[in-house]
């Protein structure tokens, strides 16, 4: 179940607090246009908040604010029903999670960005791959009885190292300034953000 809360850095569409690219250049859109195309509103942001677990009614809410199409009949099922699998399966049939290899296919964000789409684990390690290894370790007991979901399990317990990946990630909040991958280290000390 999806109980946490959406972190401040994306509630203020915080951009230049992520170092990930596909996700500092989507929240910069929005931030400064109100609207992203269909395909990174699921494939980046969707997915960043289904892999992290937070609340689907305050990751609704956040898309009815910052979109300049935020209305009731797009967001409901676009986000609760496709976006988050909040409903049960009712809108869609499986989880819309992907890693990173899944967005590098599908976009051109992850050549110039500084993680590696197929590395889990390490300084270099993608949030989206990582994130999405640690969705479905999470949710494996409710989704083993969706047989779309089959494969990609089977493919999460071969991983020699879904321990270690599960592992990085609880070290990680999300939060900027805990030096989780995917962010930007502010150094107080200088007034400098480092990259991480």
Same mark, same amino acid.
């Given at each position: ?118 590395? *889990?684990?390490?300084? @270099?390690?993608?949030?989206?791959? &990582? ?8 949710? %494996? =007991? #409710? ?13 999460? *317990?071969?991983?020699? @190292?879904?321990?270690?990946?599960? &592992? ?8 900027? %300034? =805990? #030096? ?17």
């Amino acid at each position: 179940m999806a109980k946490a809360p959406l972190p401040q850095w994306f509630s203020e569409l915080d951009a230049d607090a992520v170092a990930a690219r596909c996700l500092h250049d989507v929240l910069a859109d929005v931030r400064d246009h109100g609207w992203v195309h269909r395909v990174p509103r699921l494939m980046v942001l969707g997915n960043y908040a289904l892999q992290r677990g937070w609340q689907p009614p305050a990751v609704a809410d956040w898309f009815h604010r910052c979109f300049v199409d935020g209305y009731d009949w797009v967001m409901i099922a676009y986000v609760i029903g496709m976006s988050q699998h909040a409903d049960g399966g009712s809108m869609a049939t499986k989880p819309y999670a992907a890693g990173g290899a899944y967005i590098d296919r599908m976009s051109d964000y992850c050549g110039q960005c500084r993680y590696r789409p197929r590395i *889990r684990v390490g300084g @270099d390690a993608c949030p989206f791959t &990582a994130g999405y290894w640690v969705f479905l370790h999470r949710n %494996r =007991d #409710r989704l083993a009885a969706n047989h779309r979901m089959a494969q990609p399990l089977a493919g999460m *317990r071969r991983l020699r @190292d879904l321990d270690e990946v599960v &592992a990085q990630q609880r070290r990680h909040s999300g939060d900027p %300034r =805990d #030096r989780s991958f995917g962010f930007v280290a502010r150094a107080a000390h200088r007034g400098t953000d480092v990259r991480v």
